[in-house]
């Protein structure tokens, strides 16, 4: 047997490689599984927003805080019903949508930024804008994409622990 090595860091290492596989395996499996958290996150926040918006003095409660935490609540139920494919789908769309804000709020921030970011802020904010869209355009293509990134960094990640339960101990 062998003394001294951190076999936790073994253990690991051999989990992330074999999620890794898993990944690259089936990586439409792990986009709907952010599908299904994104739901379960959606799910809380409308109940949190109900909650909170009935606890508020009557006062301080708007007819829109509730309007939108009913839409939420609507939206998130009827995430439920999704498939996993429909789910796998809905994270790409997410990442869509986030890519065209950030890029559109660059293209903003260039157009009325100070002189010395402008063309940096421009150009970024106009990558990261097409990028959105390519996104949206083809979302599924989008998430196995990012599945099989996904699952090289987790192989990556693994192969390090490995590595680091092999090196000499020291001292």
Known sequence: M???KNWLALLSGVLFIIGGVL???NPVWNMATLGWIFT???LVDAIV??????????ALRSGWDLALAILTLIIGIGLLGNSAMA???IVPYLVGFWLIFIGAGRIAAGVVGPRSLKATLLITGTLVLLLGVAVMFNPLFSAIVLSYIFAS???A???IRVLEFFRPAEG
Not at 49 to 58: E, K, S
């Open 49 to 58: 927003a109900i909650v909170d918006y009935f606890q508020r003095p009557r």
């Open 157 to 159: 990640f693994g192969v």
């Open 153 to 155: 960094v987790l192989i």
């Open 40 to 42: 379960f996150i959606v």
């Open 23 to 25: 990944v690259f395996a």
């Open 2 to 4: 062998i003394t001294g």
């Open 87 to 89: 789910q796998a789908t």
